[in-house]
């Protein structure tokens, strides 16, 4: 299971806990604002981070790479 948080420059936006999926989280992003969720996180200051319940840890979704 995971946690979620969404973040907007810094400050607590929403938290989606007990989530098997990002689908409800990612969706709030998308319609939070009006760009994809990879601009969103590039250049608009929005942060996902997603934390496992079971072990703790936690990570930062990143932009796609373009290479």
Request: charge should be negative.
């Amino acid at each position: 299971m995971l946690t979620i948080n969404i973040y907007h420059n810094n400050e607590l936006q929403k938290t989606f806990a007990n989530q098997e999926t990002d689908l409800k989280a990612l969706s709030y992003l998308q319609r939070s604002q009006s760009h994809s969720t990879d601009w969103a996180i590039r250049y608009e200051g929005w942060k996902v981070e997603y934390i496992n319940e079971e072990t703790g840890e936690k990570e930062l979704l990143k932009p796609y790479d373009r290479y």
